[in-house]
């Protein structure tokens, strides 16, 4: 099955975290099923053509691990800190948020979102990051990217077309 051809359904599930989530901080947390980073990881991992074990060296970790703490990381049996997600990223080429799940997990969320971009960074921004996404759409729907590229495009520094 193509690497882009894999679900990620997502279903939402509101809980209470405290300091000692791999969170990090105090408040309420949505969660998107599926959409795990372990998921993300794994889909990014495959995308780059490279295996647990080479994922793992080239991270750093030693021979013995480097297979089984990349498992662990897909598996959602272990999440990284901020230092480690960082590292994931340099080595697959993406930017670090590919790597992050998102709390818009229905309408109301996305709406919530877009609302509060707003607020922040105005409404050309909202308007400039939908006419992109739209494009790039376009462009895949047609079949001018290929699904690959069109992930490619999507992981590594969506955002830089605004700066």
Not at 27 to 34: E, L, S
Not at 60 to 80: D, K, L, V
Not at 82 to 91: L, M, N, P, R, Y
Request: net charge positive; with cysteine.
């Amino acid at each position: 099955m193509p690497i882009l051809a894999q679900s990620c359904f997502c279903s939402t599930e509101v809980s209470q975290f405290g300091s000692g989530s791999p969170h990090r901080k105090e408040g309420v947390c949505v969660v998107i099923k599926g959409c795990t980073f372990g998921k993300r990881l794994r889909i990014l991992r495959r995308h780059r053509g490279l295996t647990q074990r080479e994922l793992g060296l080239q991270l750093g970790f030693s021979s013995p691990s480097a297979e089984i703490r990349i498992t662990q990381y897909e598996r959602s049996q272990r999440y990284p800190k901020q230092a480690v997600i960082e590292q994931f990223a340099k080595v697959l080429h993406v930017d670090p948020s590919a790597l992050l799940s998102y709390a818009a997990g229905n309408e109301d969320d996305l709406l919530q979102s877009l609302f509060w971009t707003e607020e922040i960074a105005g409404i050309e921004a909202v308007e400039a990051c939908l006419k992109y996404w739209r494009q790039l759409r376009e462009l895949r729907d047609s079949g001018v990217l290929s699904p690959e590229e069109y992930l490619e495009l999507k992981v590594t520094k969506p955002h830089s077309f605004l700066q």
